[in-house]
């Protein structure tokens, strides 16, 4: 059993990393499980602190994944029309991932601030851009915690490798 807690985190593990880019996987609580996993299994102590702290960080990286992009399309000059429009369009274009998304993100900031302002062209599109530049900084947010996820898995694994595999 702990051989399979072992393969099946791994997998859990590299889908909470490809989770950072794949829309239809969330990436840290995907990872999170891949460590939940490694810790339940017998050969390691399971440290119960470890675990609520990072399943805190990957919650918290979750529900910014959908806040960041609106805050940026606000911070480069949106108004709720863009924040919408982004919001709205992040959503559609998920049907045509991964490149519907920008497309979907850029699109729906531009269109609500089009209808906000319809003779404000620069700034919506300095709003659209925003709201991509926030899709960004949010994917590199889940691939950074993806990354820190993988490497306390192969720290753990690795630091009771013998208790897994006492033959070598």
Known sequence: ??????????????????????????????GWLGLLL????????????????????AIAVFVLDYIIPALATKKFGGSKYGVWGSTIGLLVGLVFTPIGMLVGLFLGALIGELIHN??????????????????????GIKFAVGLVFFYYFIRDFWEYRTAFFSWL
Do not use: H
Request: proline share 7%; net charge neutral.
């Open 118 to 139: 319809s003779s404000d062209v620069k700034t919506a599109l300095r709003a659209s851009l925003g709201s991509v530049l926030g899709f960004f900084f949010s994917t």
């Open 1 to 30: 059993m702990d051989y399979l807690l072992l393969i099946f985190g791994f997998l859990f593990i590299i889908g909470g990393i490809l989770g950072s880019f794949l829309p239809v996987v969330p990436g840290p609580p995907t």
């Open 38 to 57: 490694l810790q339940i299994s017998t050969k390691i102590p399971t440290d119960w602190n470890f675990l609520m702290m990072t399943l805190a960080v």
